[in-house]
């Protein structure tokens, strides 16, 4: 049974960077034995990744509820107001639910 390391699953690419870019790429490396430029440039594809998925999930909350949500969330509040109701009692103390 063959075991591939997460090496050998790599995919080559090539990129084309601002020189200044490179620079700092290279001097970020220099100074960090274990890291590779390669690793480098995947740790910013990952961080950018995770920034593009926060900012969708932002946007969509960010929308407006649709009718038929904002009537199930006021049916819910209907209903836990209810439920409190009940365990309080009609004079506000509780009624030995709890």
Not at 11 to 38: F, I
Not at 45 to 70: D, G, H, K, N, T
Not at 73 to 96: M, P
């Amino acid at each position: 049974m063959s075991t591939q390391t997460t090496e050998d699953r790599r995919v080559k690419v090539s990129l084309s960077l601002d020189p200044a870019l490179v620079d700092y790429l290279d001097a970020y490396v220099a100074a960090r034995p274990t890291l590779n430029r390669s690793r480098v440039v995947e740790m910013a594809v990952r961080e950018f990744r995770q920034r593009q998925i926060e900012a969708e999930l932002e946007a969509q909350y960010a929308e407006p509820e649709s009718e038929e949500i904002q009537r199930e969330l006021e049916d819910w509040r209907h209903i836990r107001r209810a439920a409190a109701q009940r365990i309080r009692g009609v004079d506000g103390r509780r009624n030995g639910i709890f």
